[in-house]
């Protein structure tokens, strides 16, 4: 942020770095919706489901119409929304410890399908935009 960034993501993905919360699924599952927010928005994330995030107060306030998912595909909508107008993002390494107790809140299909349904708003969203 201090670098003039307006979102920096810790990537659990990036350089090395680990989550030590994942599990094959849920690290397929991440890789796969990464994937498709780069395919469809133009985007080289390395991790767009983290929620380690820091953002420029300005820029947020700009977004945050925009910004209307809640639970855990907020992290995603964040990101597309920040790339598609325009803002600096950058993402920089960072561990995921394992969790400490409790349990996981994310329900695996659920919360997939959440998240490509998402994927699909944003992107007619954006498309519907450029046209006008």
């Given at each position: 942020?201090?670098?003039?960034?307006?979102?920096?993501?810790?990537?659990?993905?990036?350089?090395?770095?680990?989550?030590?919360?994942?599990?094959?699924?849920?690290?397929?599952?991440?890789?796969?919706?990464?994937?498709?927010?780069?395919?469809?928005?133009?985007?080289?994330?390395?991790?767009?489901?983290?929620?380690?995030?820091?953002?420029?107060?300005?820029?947020?306030?700009?977004?945050?119409?925009?910004?209307?998912?809640?639970?855990?595909?907020?992290?995603?909508?964040?990101?597309?929304?920040?790339?598609?107008?325009?803002?600096?993002?950058?993402?920089?390494p960072g561990d995921e410890?394992?969790?400490?107790?409790?349990?996981?809140?994310?329900?695996?299909?659920?919360?997939?399908?959440?998240i490509l349904f998402l994927?699909?708003?944003?992107?007619?969203?954006?498309?519907?935009?450029?046209?006008?």
């Amino acid at each position: 942020i201090e670098e003039g960034y307006d979102l920096v993501i810790a990537s659990r993905y990036k350089d090395g770095a680990k989550s030590y919360d994942d599990t094959i699924i849920t690290a397929f599952g991440n890789h796969m919706f990464t994937f498709l927010t780069n395919i469809m928005f133009g985007t080289s994330y390395t991790d767009t489901l983290v929620g380690y995030r820091a953002y420029r107060k300005e820029s947020y306030n700009k977004l945050k119409s925009d910004l209307d998912s809640d639970g855990l595909s907020w992290p995603l909508q964040g990101a597309i929304q920040f790339a598609i107008k325009g803002f600096k993002v950058c993402e920089i390494p960072g561990d995921e410890p394992k969790r400490i107790g409790g349990h996981r809140k994310m329900k695996i299909f659920g919360t997939g399908l959440e998240i490509l349904f998402l994927i699909i708003r944003e992107y007619v969203k954006m498309k519907r935009n450029k046209r006008k």
